[in-house]
């Protein structure tokens, strides 16, 4: 079983549209949790820690769920500049190891 | 301004040749990172650094080696032991502390003729 993983996609959507994504994780010791934005040729960029009450910031909202093992993320009212590969990024064991996933791609289409 | 570089952009090697590729950061970060990206695939870790004069391999070190006699740098050779080399080879530092977000360098294209 992969560490991170997640559904590839891509998930197609009209401008305005809310879209979410999860991402499920296998190691329960995890303790830091991210999403990356990656476009197209480009290096990741990190978009938001994910805390265990959940955050938001702007448009996007992200959400822990330890129990279950997966985080979200969530997109409102999507934007044609939102299209991008949506990494999930969770710490292993021991020292500042992160785990990416292969990522979501999102397609915002006018 | 303060940020990670890596050069160069685009590389071509041929076969059984060595290259160096460059990371260089100001953020005064302690931990550096390499890392390849393949297509369809997640960010696989070669090698990391969490101090000067330290590093340890990642997942996939074989074929690769690193130094790092400068905090600002952490240089990766891709030596011809590597068997699949063409790949896009991202940077990454941090600041040294567990679970930490990690910041990227532009990456370096590597292709192999």
């Known amino acids: 079983r992969k560490e991170v993983e997640q559904d590839p996609g891509p998930f197609n959507v009209p401008e305005g549209a809310t879209v979410a994504f999860n991402c499920t994780y296998s190691?329960?010791?995890?303790?830091?949790f991210f999403w990356y934005r990656q476009d197209c040729r480009k290096e990741p960029k990190l978009l938001m820690s994910v805390y265990s009450s959940g955050n938001e910031d702007g448009r996007f909202t992200a959400q822990l769920n330890r129990a279950s093992q997966y985080i979200s993320l969530l997109i409102r009212d999507s934007k044609l500049s939102d299209s991008a590969t949506y990494l999930c990024?969770?710490?292993?064991?021991?020292?500042?190891?992160?785990?990416f996933g292969t990522g979501t791609r999102l397609l915002v289409s006018p | 301004d303060g940020g990670i570089t890596q050069s160069p952009k685009y590389l071509f090697r041929k076969e059984g040749q060595n290259v160096t590729l460059s990371c260089e950061q100001n953020l005064n970060h302690d931990a550096m990172y390499w890392y390849r990206q393949d297509p369809g695939q997640g960010l696989r870790l070669i090698y990391y650094s969490q101090i000067v004069n330290d590093f340890q391999k990642g997942d996939i070190a074989e074929g690769y080696s690193v130094s790092r006699e400068k905090k600002e740098s952490f240089p990766l050779t891709v030596t011809s032991a590597q068997k699949n080399p063409t790949a896009f080879y991202l940077c990454?530092?941090?600041?040294?502390?567990?679970?930490?977000?990690?910041?990227f360098g532009p990456g370096t294209r590597l292709t192999v003729l």
């Open positions: 990024v969770v710490n292993s064991k021991g020292f500042q190891k992160l785990v």
């Open positions: 190691n329960s010791a995890s303790q830091s």
């Open positions: 990454a530092s941090s600041i040294n502390r567990v679970g930490n977000e990690q910041f």
